[in-house]
């Protein structure tokens, strides 16, 4: 009876005895001991496991955190330099409208100073030159490659050309160009046969959208606030030819039309060649004196003499 165990259960319907072998009381013991040994492993491992995730998770914290940390820095840095590049910028456009602004009174300065000599170069001018550009196809064509009439059907002035208070930043500056009043997607037109030399189609910048037009000898306009830009770069255009709607982009305070006139980097006054046209076509020659007209025309009537042959 030694190997063997007696359990004895009583109950209202008496005293039963059960036995049960020594084995395997020693196997319920065992199984006993096994499931609790796995129940405190599994226990001990998820423990360990969270602990390992917990750490893990700090630790990318702490690197994302790092990583927020270079960001900022990098952005903040960034935002710096543009700062500055912004401001270098303005400086320098500000010293290049300072530099056009003087090369003009310095031009004036010259006219005032060689007042007769000027006077002479006219007479002269009138006297041996304007019998060739007074015939009609030496205007149609000179009229067709130099920028003349306006840019919009109806013209009305809101801003001329020269030193003014600037609308936005209350400072006074030079105006290089015209502003004329016209409504959003108004028609804008090339003022003489050319090629679009650039363009800025997205609005950016204290001009917006612009375009410029390369012409014949030196001159150049540019067209600026504009809603959209219908040429690209290298587009050959013809005088009269649709290039842009009007716009209010960049730095503007309403619908308007920034028009410019240059002539060998020379920014002149748009206004005059607004007025110039077959009607009155000595008159661009006798009111804007900043272009040399007696080279020019010389220049003018070889070429032609050219195409003609």
Known sequence: MKNRLIITISDVQGTRAFNVHQIAKKLIVFIVLIVVAVIGGGFWFINQLNTQ???????????????????????????????QNQFYSMQIKGKVQDIEALSSKLDNIEDMIGLKAEEERKEELTKESLDTLNQKSMKKYILRTIPNGAPLEKVRSTSGYGYRIHPITKKRKFHRGLDMKANMKTP???????IVSYVQSKNIGSF???????HNFGFETT??????????????VKKGQLIALSGNSGRSSGPHLHYEVKYASKVLNPRKFIKWGLNNYEYIIQ???????????????????????
């Open 53 to 83: 995730m917990d750490s893990y998770k700090a630790q990318k914290q702490r690197e994302i955190e790092l990583k927020e940390k270079e960001i900022n820095t990098l952005t903040e840095k960034e935002k710096k330099l543009q700062a």
């Open 188 to 194: 804008v037109f090339v003022t003489a046969d050319g």
């Open 208 to 214: 917006g959208r612009v375009i410029k037009v390369q």
């Open 223 to 236: 067209y600026a606030h504009l809603n959209k830009t219908n040429v690209k770069i290298g587009d050959i």
């Open 287 to 309: 009111n804007e004196r900043r272009v040399r007209w007696e080279s020019l025309v010389k220049l003018i009537n070889e070429q032609y003499k050219t195409v003609q042959q």
